[in-house]
Nanobody, 126 residues
């Protein structure tokens, strides 16, 4: 079992920044890859970014390249999502997720992930 808890969401003006955190407990954190997804009202949950178990590889959706970065601290069992140059269209509930498959080479689909956090709201005002 893996428990994930997101924090750091809130209201920010367009052009601003936020950093989300996702704290993990349960299994050894360094044994699973982590991803972030988001879901806006009336839309499907979409992949935005992921990081490998070691942190050596990252994967981005085109919509966030150059603006969002992901990092992890395996000692603190936490993954971070740094969001810069935020736009109103970034408004959504943001979820972190854990991929426990050691042989996985796919991180872009929600079906690639085994555990999810409860989500944190990010609202970007224009």
């Amino acid at each position: 079992q893996v428990q994930l808890v997101e924090s750091g969401g809130g209201l920010v003006q367009a052009g601003g920044s936020l950093r989300l955190s996702c704290a993990s407990s349960g299994r050894t954190f360094s044994t699973y890859a982590m991803g972030w997804f988001r879901q806006a009202p009336g839309k499907e949950r979409e992949f935005i970014i992921a990081i490998s178990r070691s942190g050596g590889r990252t994967y981005y959706a085109d919509s966030v390249k150059g603006r969002f970065t992901i990092s992890r601290d395996n000692a603190k069992k936490t993954v971070y999502l740094q969001m810069n140059s935020l736009k109103p269209e970034d408004t959504a509930v943001y979820y972190c997720a854990a991929n426990l498959d050691p042989n996985s080479s796919s991180y872009y689909s929600r079906h690639d992930y085994d555990y999810w956090g409860q989500g944190t709201q990010v609202t970007v005002s224009s």
